[in-house]
């Protein structure tokens, strides 16, 4: 909270801040090329610049719900097509780089925490904490960019979830540090658990081939990043 958005232009081996505005920031996404970035404010509203790649990129305000609790962002390869999830709202989808949003799936799940979708946009996941007794949680899956979406797996808090480049494979975690991963996206059975050797993690990030894992231990106020191979294509 209040560090402003930063970049690297070299793999992570040095960071520029290019914007210090203090925001509650939940969520970042970005195009493959760079030029693109999504930040989502919970709070606040959603920000989108299409110069990222200047020395100071210009960010326009945008703000689809009037309940401005967003908990996560994801777009396309391209930048042009993007999700924003909002904690009661729902999750909010444009075409268009952010000119217009409309509402993809009204928020009858309660407490939305994160959205993913794979590099075309056409598989959506969105990971759903236990918020109240008639929201159990669980994780949201559109395999149709968005129009329809179907509960996979369920029952619980769940904090995080990612999605392969291809839209093939899900990477799921719960509050109380299980991880799962999809065989499968057309059924809700098949999942299996993934044994990670490590505590306190809050966020994860799936690609082909590697599992990198956010360590974040509360009582001990530090957060660092993990990085773990998989055995096989996540």
Same mark, same amino acid.
């Given at each position: 909270?209040?560090? %402003?958005?930063?970049?690297?232009?070299?793999? %992570?081996?040095?960071?520029?801040?290019?914007?210090?505005?203090?925001?509650?920031?939940?969520?970042?996404?970005?195009?493959?090329?760079?030029?693109?970035?999504?930040?989502?404010?919970?709070?606040?509203?959603?920000?989108?610049?299409?110069?990222a790649l200047v020395t100071?990129?210009?960010?326009?305000?945008?703000?689809?719900?009037?309940?401005?609790?967003?908990? /996560?962002?994801?777009?396309?390869?391209?930048?042009? !097509? #993007?999700?924003? #999830?909002?904690?009661?709202?729902?999750?909010f989808k444009t075409t268009?780089?952010?000119?217009?949003?409309?509402?993809?799936?009204?928020?009858?799940?309660?407490?939305?925490?994160?959205?993913?979708?794979?590099?075309?946009? #056409?598989?959506?996941?969105?990971?759903?904490?236990?918020?109240?007794?008639?929201?159990? %949680?669980?994780?949201?899956?559109?395999?149709?960019?968005?129009?329809?979406?179907?509960?996979?797996?369920?029952?619980?808090?769940?904090?995080?979830?990612?999605?392969?480049?291809?839209?093939?494979?899900?990477?799921?975690?719960?509050?109380? /540090?299980? !991880?799962?991963?999809?065989?499968?996206?057309?059924?809700?059975?098949?999942?299996? !658990?993934?044994?990670?050797?490590?505590?306190?993690?809050? %966020?994860?990030?799936?690609?082909?081939?590697?599992?990198?894992?956010?360590?974040?231990?509360?009582? #001990?106020?530090?957060?660092?990043?993990?990085?773990?191979?998989?055995?096989?294509?996540?």
């Amino acid at each position: 909270y209040g560090g %402003g958005i930063w970049r690297s232009v070299d793999s %992570g081996a040095t960071w520029t801040q290019i914007n210090s505005t203090a925001r509650n920031y939940t969520g970042i996404c970005m195009s493959n090329d760079g030029t693109k970035i999504y930040v989502c404010v919970k709070g606040g509203s959603i920000y989108y610049s299409a110069n990222a790649l200047v020395t100071t990129p210009t960010f326009t305000e945008q703000n689809p719900s009037t309940d401005n609790q967003w908990t /996560g962002v994801c777009c396309s390869s391209d930048g042009s !097509t #993007a999700y924003c #999830a909002e904690q009661f709202a729902g999750i909010f989808k444009t075409t268009n780089s952010g000119t217009n949003w409309a509402l993809s799936k009204a928020g009858d799940y309660a407490g939305i925490k994160r959205v993913r979708c794979s590099s075309d946009g #056409a598989v959506v996941c969105a990971a759903v904490e236990n918020y109240t007794p008639s929201t159990p %949680g669980g994780i949201l899956v559109s395999l149709d960019s968005g129009s329809t979406w179907n509960m996979r797996i369920g029952s619980g808090e769940w904090f995080d979830v990612s999605i392969n480049r291809g839209g093939t494979s899900i990477i799921a975690f719960k509050g109380n /540090g299980s !991880t799962y991963k999809s065989k499968g996206l057309l059924a809700d059975n098949l999942w299996e !658990t993934i044994n990670i050797p490590l505590s306190y993690y809050s %966020g994860i990030i799936a690609d082909d081939g590697v599992l990198s894992v956010v360590i974040s231990n509360g009582n #001990a106020g530090y957060t660092q990043i993990g990085r773990a191979s998989c055995r096989e294509r996540v």
